[in-house]
């Protein structure tokens, strides 16, 4: 157990000096908006796609994606439940209407991509890959077609009507979700890519995770320190992230009888920090993007204290 521990403490470490990258160079003034903007563009758009096709093609099997549906309903319930509660908790608080809709996207939804994947193959090594990507599709599905689409309708600037149709197929059309489709058809199938396509899917998987901190770095900076407030509201995120969030993951995991390494992956993405598109989607359509700024930053920071004691939870339980 304590073996656990001190390598829990060295991957968050990790994770953080990385962040800490891209805090000092934007407070150098090295790393521009633009920059992170291209970026950001660059690991959703090209890295993240080639990564999944990578992951896919080597770490995943026939027989797991056979056994996917319960893996894949474990995170769909967190979720949902989450949206619920969030929801209840909202009215109970009698948050305006700017901030309901990101109030119930921090509560219910990890960034599974830019902190939580380089967390989980840090703390659990490369065969964590697919069980990481099986949290990232349903987290995907519930950010494009459910979360934008709560803080589009409670944001104040001008909404255009959003469709299924609309959703369906801007949600199929997201780059990560073609790879994810391509690396399953590529493995059900059992197609063998050519080697250069595979050794450009691997340098692209090697960028993910010191780019995804850097910038993760760059909007701390953003936000800046000194506003990271803990007030009720704040208060109330971080029970739904860190105590809620993993709390009903481990119900979930073992009603469906899902142990070891999918379970240990599954907890700590549920445990991670606010998803960051919450920030973007809250200043594109006027709502609190304040509080969704402050939620990323302090839930991002929390959230270097909270993995390792989640590290001893699950040893305990295990």
């Known amino acids: 157990m304590l073996a656990s521990f001190l390598n829990s403490i060295e991957a968050v470490v990790l994770i953080l000096l990385l962040t800490a990258v891209g805090f000092f160079c934007a407070a150098k003034g090295w790393f521009s908006d633009?920059?992170?903007?291209?970026?950001?563009?660059?690991?959703?758009?090209?890295?993240?796609?080639?990564?999944?096709?990578?992951?896919?093609?080597?770490?995943?099997?026939?027989?797991?994606?056979?056994?996917?549906?319960?893996?894949?309903?474990?995170?769909?319930?967190?979720?949902?439940?989450?949206?619920?509660?969030?929801?209840?908790?909202?009215?109970?608080m009698k948050l305006p209407r700017k901030s309901m809709g990101v109030f119930m996207m921090m509560a219910s939804l990890s960034n599974t991509l830019f902190i939580g994947y380089p967390m989980c193959t840090e703390l659990f090594g490369a065969d964590a890959e697919p069980y990481i990507i099986m949290y990232y599709l349903v987290g995907t599905c519930f950010t494009q077609g459910l979360g934008i689409t709560l803080i589009r309708f409670t944001g104040e600037g001008e909404s255009k009507k959003q469709t299924v149709g609309g959703v369906l197929k801007k949600l199929i059309t997201t780059p990560p979700i073609?790879?994810?489709?391509?690396?399953?058809?590529?493995?059900?199938?059992?197609?063998?890519?050519?080697?250069?396509?595979?050794?450009?899917?691997?340098?692209?998987?090697?960028?993910?995770?010191?780019?995804?901190?850097?910038?993760?770095?760059?909007?701390?900076?953003?936000?800046?320190?000194?506003?990271?407030?803990?007030?009720?509201?704040?208060?109330?995120?971080?029970?739904?992230?860190?105590?809620?969030?993993?709390?009903?993951?481990?119900?979930?995991?073992?009603?469906?009888?899902?142990k070891g390494l999918a379970m240990n992956v599954f907890m700590v993405q549920a445990a991670m920090p606010v998803v960051s598109q919450t920030v973007v989607a809250a200043a594109e359509y006027k709502a609190d993007d304040g509080f969704a700024a402050r939620g990323a930053a302090t839930t991002t920071i929390a959230s270097f204290v909270v993995i390792p004691l989640l590290m001893l939870f699950l040893n305990a339980a295990g």
């Open 34 to 92: 633009a920059a992170k903007a291209f970026l950001s563009k660059f690991i959703m758009n090209v890295a993240v796609p080639f990564m999944c096709i990578y992951t896919l093609r080597y770490r995943l099997t026939r027989e797991m994606v056979f056994e996917a549906g319960p893996m894949l309903l474990v995170p769909f319930l967190v979720m949902a439940i989450l949206y619920i509660l969030s929801f209840a908790a909202g009215k109970l």
């Open 178 to 258: 073609i790879g994810i489709i391509i690396g399953i058809t590529v493995v059900m199938l059992d197609i063998r890519l050519p080697n250069l396509v595979m050794t450009f899917s691997r340098y692209m998987n090697q960028v993910v995770t010191p780019m995804a901190l850097l910038v993760t770095g760059k909007i701390i900076y953003d936000i800046g320190l000194k506003n990271l407030k803990i007030d009720f509201k704040m208060l109330v995120t971080l029970i739904f992230r860190f105590l809620l969030s993993p709390g009903l993951c481990f119900l979930f995991c073992h009603v469906f009888g899902i």
